[in-house]
């Protein structure tokens, strides 16, 4: 069959793939374990001539292949890449040849949660700035597809932790991990082979930037000169970015430089205040100028299915956090919205939890819930660490979800969706869920 690289999954990355070294020269086998992979149509109408092998995947051609390129979705536990691990084949992703290939300067964004809410944040100061950008990686666009297009002055990439894992050649001008909490333990075998991945971002970075209340998102040399930190405490040196109380008013601040008043964000909740400072804080190892970031700021108002504003019935404010899937990014929306509304908080939750341990949501639930309505597969997982101060009500959809936090909800709450699991018992992705609950919402209306 002579020299040919296997592309092994056929979704949105793996068609980028095929475009890519298509382009290159390279001939080209896809696998898929799926028999009707979502991008099989696209694929057969563009290349008609790239063999397809669909099911179990097949050793032999793996074998002969010059290396393999893996999707994120695919784990490199696989059985049949691990065999292939041990061969010394080589296995990448499409980051790695991206990174290879690139020939603009590259700031790489990665964490748990609020990771989509600063890369397009970012990108937007970019554009602000009057400088080209492309927002790209696990955040819409595939990065090979960006090759095809114009160089810009800077790649702003959100990453997951798969995408790091097959990644070795990534030099990066500015990198993040801006928090890290349990997710994907169903894909690890412990929190530390997770953060592990995560880290690998660091590896050849000019400027760390650092959340300094999270251990697991800081570097190992984060007393290094070209380190940055942010967090939502005040800062006690020139370099960082912080939070500074003053006269009932809350600032965003560098050292003891007033920058913003969070009255003028238009993202809500601590979080995102949290994730303001990040993007402050790379914008800054870029040479971005801070009047471009901050008008940006001024005007931002976020990202749809995280914290979204949905409507306000009756003095209680309804938020869709349907992209909080796991349980990291639950308590940051929870504590985010609790601490900056005069009542408490209804909060629907549920769905597939992906073997996480649901106990650390106790206590967000003790400080700032009047009420959780749980739905899906692993509503009684959640049901068991709810503190018996919080009522709890099990539903069995959204429908009935809505309208319990209807009932529940006292003026001056909020009701929040923030699901802490991933939506494929009851929902095609995370984004119908959101949408599900805005139309049933909306009808409250």
Wanted: charged share 15%; with cysteine.
């Amino acid at each position: 069959m002579g020299f040919y690289t296997v592309v092994l999954g056929l979704g949105k990355t793996g068609l980028s793939c095929v475009r890519y070294l298509i382009r290159q020269g390279k001939a080209v086998i896809v696998m898929d374990s799926r028999e009707q992979p979502p991008q099989l149509a696209a694929l057969q109408q563009e290349f008609p001539s790239v063999p397809v092998y669909l099911g179990e995947f097949d050793q032999e051609v793996l074998a002969a292949a010059d290396e393999i390129l893996v999707s994120p979705g695919i784990g490199l536990q696989e059985p049949a890449i691990q065999q292939q691990l041990l061969a010394n084949k080589s296995v990448l992703g499409d980051i790695e040849l991206f990174a290879r290939a690139a020939k603009a300067p590259i700031v790489a964004i990665t964490g748990s949660n609020g990771k989509s809410t600063v890369t397009t944040l970012l990108g937007e100061m970019v554009k602000q700035a009057g400088l080209q950008v492309q927002v790209a990686g696990n955040i819409g666009l595939p990065v090979l597809d960006t090759l095809q297009q114009a160089v810009p002055d800077w790649y702003v990439l959100e990453l997951s932790s798969f995408q790091l894992e097959t990644t070795v050649s990534l030099s990066t001008a500015a990198a993040t991990i801006l928090n890290l909490s349990e997710d994907h333990m169903d894909r690890y075998t412990n929190f530390a082979a997770y953060k592990a991945a995560k880290q690998r971002i660091y590896h050849d970075c000019k400027h760390r930037v650092y959340n300094r209340q999270d251990s697991h998102s800081q570097p190992e040399d984060k007393m290094a000169a070209n380190s940055i930190s942010f967090g939502l405490d005040e800062p006690t040196a020139e370099n960082q970015y912080g939070l500074l109380y003053e006269q009932n008013q809350v600032w965003l601040v560098r050292g003891q430089e007033k920058l913003l008043a969070v009255s003028q964000l238009k993202l809500i909740g601590k979080h995102n205040w949290a994730n303001a400072l990040a993007a402050l804080a790379l914008g800054e190892a870029m040479g971005l100028p801070l009047p471009a970031m901050l008008a940006t700021l001024t005007q931002f108002q976020g990202l749809a299915h995280r914290c979204e504003w949905v409507a306000n019935i009756q003095g209680v404010q309804w938020y869709n956090d349907s992209k909080a899937t796991n349980v990291g990014a639950a308590i940051a929306a929870i504590e985010g919205l609790g601490q900056t509304i005069a009542g408490k908080l209804i909060v629907l939750a549920g769905g597939v939890g992906k073997e996480a341990d649901f106990s650390p949501l106790r206590q967000a639930f003790a400080d700032y819930v009047r009420a959780v309505v749980l739905f899906g597969a692993d509503a009684p997982q959640i049901a068991k660490i709810i503190p018996s101060s919080v009522l709890h009500i099990k539903v069995n959809d959204m429908s009935e979800a809505v309208a319990i936090a209807k009932q529940q909800a006292e003026c001056g709450d909020a009701v929040l969706l923030a699901p802490a699991c991933a939506s494929f018992d009851m929902f095609n992705n995370f984004e119908h869920r959101g949408e599900v609950f805005k139309t049933l919402v909306t009808r409250l209306v």
